[in-house]
């Protein structure tokens, strides 16, 4: 009996720890899209001109497609963070709008 209440209480442990795990890459992965860098916790900085009424945009986080995967593939994208080096490579689904 013992035995198993100790399986059930690892099995539960384990898949409960598997699903923080996804959460938390998610939560990264959100963040690194909204240029947000989950390391340092820069953000993308606003600048507005009065005199000619433009809005610039400094950018913090920097992506770069590594390997495309067509219409219904898999593309490897490399987010790096201008203020502290940051550089993490996620796996993304792709678009499926090829026009096709």
Given at each position: ?100
């Amino acid at each position: 009996m013992q035995t198993i209440i100790f399986l059930l209480l690892t099995f539960l442990i384990v898949i409960f720890s598997i699903l923080l795990y996804y959460k938390n890459k998610h939560s990264r992965v959100d963040k690194l899209n909204k240029g947000e860098c989950p390391t340092c916790g820069a953000k993308t900085k606003t600048f507005y001109d009065e005199n000619t009424k433009t809005t610039f945009k400094q950018e913090v986080i920097n992506a770069r497609l590594l390997k495309g995967g067509g219409c219904s593939g898999v593309n490897d994208i490399e987010y790096t963070c201008k203020v502290c080096g940051m550089k993490e490579v996620y796996s993304q689904s792709g678009n499926s709008n090829c026009g096709i």
